[in-house]
């Protein structure tokens, strides 16, 4: 019964900078964390970057000083912001959603290209 929202992808040049958004909603009744992933043409999912409720925040080591995460939690929104984007970077980027007892939603994949 919950629902992920994703918004923000697109095309950039390398360098350039991207804002992933996305809502969760529907019977949301207790968050643990949300996350962004990410799936590189021919390569697994990977984890990106994760925030908490109580807002501890990891990163990927690819991504560390580059990407920041934050949330909007009345809006049960959570952001991830890219900046010095990398043609690797490049993947299909999935926000993720686990509540209290372990069970984890994604959303649908919103395609970010790094490219010149």
């Known amino acids: 019964q919950v629902q992920l929202v994703e918004s923000g992808g697109g095309l950039v040049q390398p360098g350039g900078s991207l804002r992933l958004s996305c809502a969760a909603s529907g019977s949301i009744f207790s968050i643990n964390a949300m996350a962004w992933y990410r799936q590189p043409p021919g390569k697994q999912r990977e984890l990106v970057a994760g925030?908490?409720?109580?807002?501890?925040?990891n990163y990927a080591d690819s991504v560390k000083g580059r990407f920041t995460i934050s949330r909007d939690n009345p809006k049960n929104t959570v952001y991830l912001q890219m900046n010095s984007l990398k043609p690797e970077d490049t993947a299909v980027y999935f926000c993720?959603?686990?509540?209290?007892?372990?069970?984890?939603?994604w959303g649908q994949g919103t395609q970010v290209t790094v490219s010149s």
């Open positions: 993720n959603l686990a509540d209290t007892s372990g069970r984890r939603y």
């Open positions: 925030i908490t409720k109580i807002g501890s925040i």
